[in-house]
Structure formats: structure tokens, C-alpha cells
Nanobody, 116 residues
Framework: VQLVESGGGLVQPGGSLTLSCTPSGTSRRLLNNMAWYRQVPENARELVASINVDNTRTHYVEAVKGRFTISRDNTKNTMYLQMTSLKPEDTAVYFC?????????WGRGTQVTVSS
């Protein structure tokens, strides 16, 4: 099952964006613990936040705590990452995947650029 990310863009420091993640194909469903990851050129892909399958537990890396919120709507088969107080160091390609990630489900990601 490949995942499709959307919602990225160019935003000024201090701005907000909300990313969405859905599985490709209308018959596919998000059935696993899920996570958002991000990658900048020449760096390894890193975990940003994760959420369990029933939406009761979340985890955030220290760099985004208090600024990002991960959520999922299983009725809409969609996961979200609400990002506020964005900083230039948040600039990256953002990906969604299972937690832990599966090599079979990486999508193309969505670019987030934080710049004035």
C-alpha cells in the first residue's frame, strides 16, 4: 500500500501548515500505527511524530513538541500533521509511513519550506 502526502508549501517563519496522508486506492485503509517522517538533502530520514492505531497515544521528537500535532481520522482513512510556529529548520520533505516504517509504503512526500 503506497501512501500519498499532501499539504506542503512555502510558509514564513511562525506560520502554519497542515499535512495530510492517505493510502493510494479507495479500498486501502490505514490499519497500523502511523508516523510522520522528514528528510533534508544528504541527511537520513528522521521520525517527527507517531500515533497508535486507535488514536490514543502520540509521540513527538523534542524538536517539534508543543508546535506539531499528529492526529488521524480512521473514518476518513486519513492522518494529519498540524504544524504551527514553523521554523526554517523545519524545512524538509515530509513523508508518512507506518511506525516502524515499511520500505513498501514510502510515498513521494510533500515539500515544506519555511523561509521569509
Amino acid at each position: 500500500v503506497q501512501l500519498v502526502e499532501s499539504g506542503g508549501g512555502l510558509v514564513q517563519p511562525g506560520g502554519s501548515l497542515t499535512l495530510s496522508c492517505t493510502p493510494s486506492g479507495t479500498s486501502r485503509r490505514l490499519l497500523n500505527n502511523m508516523a510522520w517522517y522528514r528528510q533534508v538533502p544528504e541527511n537520513a530520514r528522521e521520525l517527527v511524530a507517531s500515533i497508535n492505531v486507535d488514536n490514543t497515544r502520540t509521540h513527538y521528537v523534542e524538536a517539534v513538541k508543543g508546535r506539531f500535532t499528529i492526529s488521524r481520522d480512521n473514518t476518513k482513512n486519513t492522518m494529519y500533521l498540524q504544524m504551527t510556529s514553523l521554523k526554517p529548520e523545519d524545512t524538509a520533505v515530509y513523508f508518512c509511513n507506518t511506525a516502524p516504517p515499511s520500505s513498501l509504503t514510502w510515498g513521494r512526500g510533500t515539500q515544506v519550506t519555511v523561509s521569509s
